[in-house]
């Protein structure tokens, strides 16, 4: 292959991994929207449950697997200190 063929052919690929990457953005940019909608769909819902055994239990449960139960950042994953999932733990257990 000479060296404008080897041109075009990278060209190739940049254009497809463009496209490709443009795809990715979109889908990601749809997940967190959707993301958004269901975290403000369940804050409602959790604030009802969360002085229930079983709502507490949920919490918890979710918390330990390494998620946010705290409003501000619910389904997020956390990193274990988050100072608003402990109030919302601390509530929900006294
Ligand atoms: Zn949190």
Redesign the pocket.
Known sequence: MNLSAQLAAMETTLQQLTFALQEMQAQVAKLEEENERLRQQITPVINENKETAGGQMALQQLYDEGY???A??FGRE?DGG?L??MEVLQNVSR
């Open positions: 946010h139960v705290c501000t950042y956390h988050c608003f999932c």
